[in-house]
């Protein structure tokens, strides 16, 4: 659908670059069905049609005579791009983009060009327009909108950042961050910006030492656990740090009541260092503009909150949630968690813009899920509301941020694969608040593609296979060298079932366990050398396990037949067998089960690392290959 979409785009604009003083070229009629089914279901069109310089004069579209080129070209410019890199994606001769079509909403206007416009084009079935609504939704929208704006507003504060920067502890971060740099640069490849590293440091510093996630408070006096007993009016201090609500719990112990403000003003968590998402996101993004960065506080309508950082080396906007430690994930939402998307509207003191799009990969079902407003409605208020924001920048920085919105809207015209690592349920929070919410992790929703192992050519003429995993930097690593194969421990597995990484913070480990719902999970990792002519000759595994109370890990080696297969012990010491001799097959395989209490699921755990040990691989699977033997089992 893009390139469809896109080439109408390219015509518009084309027109209007080479006859600008041809009228008939510089207005869009409204109601043309071809553009109703082509561009207005497509994200992302419409919004460069405003990008270009349209405007909305009744039932029509129309760019103004005199109006600059400027933009048009530039709009001009990247579609280009973007339909060379996708032509030379199909052709192989390029990275494939994302697969999928574009069925997203983003009509501003219903548009319509002059019908020589359109001449040789077909027509599609016509996909009807947003259903107007209330003007009440629309004033509750825009009193949402307009209070988001002006609280990003803050984070401008020089004062402000000022006292965030003689906390966080930069100098450190920067360090870190360098060395990091540096380790993914090395053998020649191009690596991770530095600044890009930094952005990571600074998440795992905000969860890992700043701030404190509160389900509820403990107890002041005692330190017992408390239960709510309601919400109480703030009192005129803590509405000065923006606490419009206040929960108040009740001591188990002692019965005293406990105050717990929720407080909105970044400059009150700076010293409360406490709350939930809405804190977390809060504080974070204000971290994130004290460290430099240019970063938005985006909301989603559906409750939650996280931020954007743009990163200068990949010239995009990363996804960053301070309260997952997660950066660059954004299908996280709606293929972990199990939300229904609807709005996400990403503020900052430059610009409002909906980003709905690039955290969804379910672009039709988000589509009827956004009745609150119209689209022509939602568009024309957050297009106002930068211009608003952009009118005292400069010429260059306005055209800065023009060529980034143009790339996003493009952006938004594809829908995303899901990635293995956006299959995460949520773990901030305690489980029954999570269960509460439907935010575990949403089984058999989103299906894990299986990855098997087949010997490259060099593996098959050295007649081996190495294939290492270090839980710590969730990493895959083949060969003897040690060459990095992929990052995420589910992207090279056959298969699992209930699976997660676990990151201890306090006690400075890492590894795999079951989900914490689940009563058993399994992992598998599977070889296969039906491509070459070679059989399995031996094999030499180090496979650990950890278990405590009644915990258990079972790991299962097998061939090509049942009777193929030895059990391990899942031990520090490596274990070498020749059971598999003569099959052609390898699969390992861990079942964890057992254990007590609400923790049960972490007293069986696998590959588990303290933070430092890079250079510890808990998972080592070298497997020799032979030549077939008459009496060999093929």
Known sequence: MFMDASQLLLKFASNI??????????????????????????????????????????????????????????????????????????????????????????????????????????????????????????????????????????????????????????AELEKKAKEASQKTKQGGEAGVDERDCLVLELLSWFKGSFFKWVDKPTCPSCGSLTFPVGVVPPTPEEMIWGAGNVESYKCQYCGKITRFPRYNHPAKLLETRSGRCGEWANCFTLCCRAAGFE?????????????????????????????????????????????????????????????????????????????????????????KMTEERQKNLSEERRKILLDRQVKELVEFFTIKSVRNDELQGRTSGSLAWRL?????????????????????????????????????????????????????????????????????RDWKMVYL????????????????????????????????????????????????EESQSETLSGGQESTITSALSGSKTLKLTATLSGGKGDVAWQHAQIFRQTFGSESEYPLDILVLFREPTRDTHL
Not at 44 to 66: H, I, K, S, W, Y
Not at 540 to 545: M, P
Request: net charge negative.
């Open 295 to 383: 970063a938005r506080h985006v909301l989603d309508w559906t409750d939650h909150v996280w931020t954007e950082v743009y990163s200068e080396s990949q010239q995009r906007w990363l996804h960053c949630d301070s309260c997952e430690n997660t950066c660059d994930k954004p299908l996280l939402y709606e293929a972990g968690w199990g939300k229904k998307l609807n709005y996400i509207i990403a503020f900052s003191f430059e610009q409002v813009l909906d980003v709905t799009w690039r955290y969804s990969a379910k672009h039709e079902e988000v589509r009827q899920a956004r009745n609150l407003v119209s689209e022509e409605w939602l568009l024309e208020i957050l297009n």
């Open 436 to 504: 509460l919410r439907g935010e575990t992790k949403q089984e058999n929703e989103w299906q894990h593609e299986p990855y098997i192992y087949k010997p490259t050519d060099e593996e098959i003429k050295e007649k081996r296979l190495r294939i290492c995993f270090n839980c710590v930097i969730n990493k895959y690593l083949r060969g003897y060298d040690r060459k990095l194969d992929l990052s995420g421990w589910q992207s090279r597995v056959a298969g699992y079932s209930s699976i997660v990484r676990k990151v201890e």
């Open 17 to 170: 670059i080479n006859n600008p003083d041809n009228p008939k070229y510089r207005t869009i009629r409204v109601g043309n069905k071809i553009f109703q089914s082509r561009l207005l279901p497509v994200n992302g069109a419409v919004e460069c049609l405003f990008t270009m310089g349209f405007q909305e004069r009744g039932d029509q579209l129309v760019c103004p005579p005199g109006e600059s080129l400027e933009n048009m070209l530039i709009l001009q410019d990247t579609i280009n791009d973007e339909r060379s890199r996708r032509s030379s994606a199909a052709a192989g001769t390029g990275p494939a983009p994302a697969s999928g079509p574009t069925p997203t909403p983003t009509a501003s206007q219903n548009n319509h060009e002059p019908q020589d416009q359109f001449a040789g084009c077909s027509q599609p079935s016509i996909i009807p327009n947003p259903a107007s609504t209330s003007s009440e939704k629309e004033r509750d929208f825009l009193l949402r909108l307009r209070s988001s704006l002006q609280h990003v507003l803050l984070y401008e504060d020089p004062d402000l950042q000022w006292r965030a920067r003689n906390i966080i502890p930069l």
């Open 513 to 560: 366990a079951r989900t914490e719902t689940a009563s058993t999970g399994s992992i598998t990792w599977q070889i296969d050398l039906n491509s070459c002519d070679l059989v399995i000759d031996s094999v030499t595994i180090v496979a650990r396990s950890t278990t405590y109370q009644t915990g258990r890990v079972d790991w299962k080696l097998t061939g090509d």
